[in-house]
């Protein structure tokens, strides 16, 4: 399981497409389209006796809308991963993703020690890399968050979102932390 940001259908179009243009001279598997999302937090495996933990987590965090300009590409060549990412990170993620990994470790679930380093995977197994370097930026605008449970099959991981969050408006957010008269 894990909490992700999935695109809408426009989005998760533009990034396919942006898949299928790495992997061209790259090689490797193209992420299938409904399987593009932005990993906030892996959990694992869990036990379902926990689930309502992880969606009482889910529900108590207040994070704001974004838009996440996705304008870099790059790989992990021990991975043979091709992905797209952000030059600048939007501060409302690192908030979200900050949040949210806290209220996780504190409910006792076990998370990756590494630095939040936002990115979508685009391509697997790739046989080379391309060079690291900017692109025309995707836009993607995150109004909500997502848990999901990868579920494995013959024909490769499929992904069943079992809960989604929204994010508030900058407006929004700003009544919810105003002061009382």
């Not at 909500?144 to 407006?171: I, K």
Request: net charge positive.
């Amino acid at each position: 399981m894990f909490f992700a940001l999935w695109p809408d259908a426009a989005t998760a179009a533009a990034l396919h497409a942006r898949a299928r243009s790495l992997q061209a001279p790259c090689g490797g598997r193209v992420m299938r389209r409904d399987t593009i999302h932005l990993t906030l937090a892996f959990l694992g495996d869990v036990d379902t006796a926990r689930l309502e933990c992880l969606h009482e987590t889910a529900r108590s965090l207040r994070g704001e809308r974004f838009t996440l300009a996705l304008d870099r590409v790059g790989s992990w060549h021990g991975n043979r991963i091709l992905w797209t990412g952000p030059s600048r990170t939007p501060a409302a993620l690192g908030r979200l993703a900050e949040a949210l990994g806290e209220r996780l470790r504190a409910a006792d679930f076990a998370l990756d020690q590494r630095a939040f380093s936002p990115h979508v995977t685009l391509v697997r197994n790739a046989r080379q890399a391309p060079p690291a370097h900017e692109a025309d930026a995707v836009h993607w605008p995150v109004a909500s968050f997502v848990l999901v449970a990868s579920e494995r099959a013959a024909s490769g991981a499929h992904y069943r979102v079992l809960g989604r969050w929204p994010l508030r408006s900058g407006e929004e957010q700003a009544r919810l932390q105003a002061p009382c008269n």
